[in-house]
């Protein structure tokens, strides 16, 4: 069975610091990889996506996520974190054979950035 | 850009009653699909459309029902509200084709069912 699995809860960054977000993912063969985050009562807002090639993903919000196919992990990384990046952030998978907009999420992870 | 949007935002709902949480998208998406967002669970998806007059289920479609006559508007209907449905919904959209497709979401229903 597919799934996504993202250990951390909650995570707490200084501002100014580097935060990693952790995403482990199961699925057969090769995955669609997706990073969304979303701001208190607010829709999910597309960060970045890993299809092919680069291993290192750059997306919106000088946010990038490596993929590591031997770990089978896809983890959210920023240089600097910013108190504005303090959100809930959610990793998702979505296999190459599925169609119809279908992807299997994450429980979530809560950022918190403090000043 | 209107992109994917929802109605109502917020809705209060007394078990028993039937509601229809409404769902446009003005991108010309053939895939949409809704998903229910509960804490400690992510996102779980109910059910979803390739196209019009084509659905199926998702993981999680018990108590729900859609419908895609038009390729813009995919509403989703709750036929006997349980406190078991108290979530937030999103609705979201994607081009067909390529499973790499960037799936984008409304900007949710909070719905509360006493």
């Known amino acids: 069975a597919q799934s996504v699995a993202q250990p951390e809860d909650q995570v707490n960054v200084a501002e100014g610091n580097p935060l990693t977000v952790k995403c482990t993912y199961s699925v057969s063969g090769n995955p669609y990889l997706f990073w969304y985050v979303q701001y208190p009562n607010r829709g999910l807002q597309f960060l970045l996506k890993?299809?092919?090639?680069?291993?290192l993903v750059k997306g919106s919000y000088g946010f990038e996520a490596e993929f590591n196919k031997s770990q089978t992990s896809f983890h959210l990384k920023k240089p600097s974190a910013l108190v504005s990046d303090s959100a809930l952030y959610f990793c998702?998978?979505?296999?190459?054979?599925?169609?119809?907009?279908?992807?299997?999420f994450g429980q979530g992870t809560e950022l918190s950035v403090k000043p | 850009n209107a992109g994917v949007t929802q109605t109502p935002k917020f809705q209060v709902l007394k078990t028993g009653q039937s509601m229809t949480l409404q769902c446009a998208q003005d991108?010309?998406?053939?895939?949409m699909s809704w998903y229910r967002q509960d804490p400690g669970m992510g996102l779980r998806l109910i059910h979803y459309s390739v196209g019009a007059g084509i659905t199926d289920q998702g993981e999680v479609p018990n108590g729900y029902n859609v419908s895609r006559s038009t390729t813009e508007d995919f509403p989703l209907r709750l036929l006997s509200a349980a406190p078991s449905q108290t979530s937030v919904y999103f609705c979201?959209?994607?081009?067909?084709?390529?499973?790499?497709?960037?799936?984008?979401f409304g900007e949710g229903s909070w719905l509360t069912v006493v």
């Open positions: 991108m010309n998406h053939e895939y």
């Open positions: 998702a998978v979505r296999d190459r054979g599925s169609q119809g907009g279908k992807l299997i």
């Open positions: 890993y299809i092919t090639g680069d291993n």
């Open positions: 979201a959209s994607s081009e067909q084709g390529a499973a790499g497709n960037t799936i984008y």
